[in-house]
């Protein structure tokens, strides 16, 4: 069964530098989520979207965007990288009138 | 702000042996999820629990939701090494799609 698609899986960025991930959600989910996971620490809820619109929105810093295009994959946006913003960052899908909530396989992000 | 509180944090036991995993949160809530996640991998979908009393087992794991004492917990039975990875219960608000995650249980079996 298809899964949730990350790119990229890793990737080194310097600081003050911009980084985007992509998110490719199961087909026919209608809803989406960002999670950011610090090392040893539980994931953190960033961003969400339920067709395309925005529909919750937990600790992202400002310096983080994000969207949800037409085709309903998603983009993360992160600009000014700071140290701090290493870390495993999560995409997830769901549909809403269902119960799972699957999980890709995740992208390292190592600031510099 | 809902805080969701699992323990123990850590977790060391031998195979064969049983044991429990719990999960405390403080508001009420529509749904909580159990995953597990080896490490640097991605969230594998255990459980999802919708209603108080609910029961559902997978193999060696078994997990159980009471909604009036919010408390979830997640029993493993005669446990094998293969289920040594971090466990992490979520839970999501009634209102909103985000889910809360507990700080994880580090599970190690020991042969």
């Known amino acids: 069964a298809a899964g949730v698609i990350q790119s990229p899986r890793h990737l080194i960025k310097e600081k003050r530098e911009t980084a985007t991930l992509k998110c490719y959600p199961i087909?026919?989910?209608?809803?989406v989520y960002w999670y950011q996971q610090g090392p040893g620490q539980d994931p953190q809820f960033l961003i969400s979207f339920y067709e395309k619109m925005q529909s919750d929105k937990g600790s992202i810093p400002d310096r983080f965007s994000a969207q949800q295009f037409s085709d309903y994959h998603s983009e993360l946006n992160m600009s000014s990288l700071e140290l701090g913003d290493s870390a495993l960052y999560f995409c997830?899908?769901?549909?809403?009138?269902?119960?799972?909530?699957?999980f890709g396989e995740g992208s390292w992000l190592t600031v510099v | 702000e809902l805080k969701v509180e699992q323990n123990p944090l850590f977790l060391s036991m031998q195979e064969g042996k049983n044991y429990t995993i719990y999960c405390n949160y403080s508001t009420t809530s529509d749904r909580l999820y159990w995953y597990r996640q080896d490490p640097g991998k991605s969230l594998e979908s255990l459980f999802v629990?919708?209603?108080?009393?609910a029961v559902k087992q997978e193999g060696r794991l078994m997990a159980s939701l009471d909604t009036k004492a919010r408390l979830s917990t997640l029993h493993i039975t005669a446990a094998v090494h293969d289920l040594s990875a971090t466990y992490f219960c979520a839970v999501k608000e009634t209102s909103g799609s985000r889910l809360t995650f507990g700080e994880g249980t580090q599970l190690t079996v020991n042969p």
């Open positions: 997830a899908s769901s549909h809403l009138a269902g119960n799972t909530i699957y």
């Open positions: 087909p026919r989910h209608d809803t």
């Open positions: 629990l919708l209603s108080n009393g």
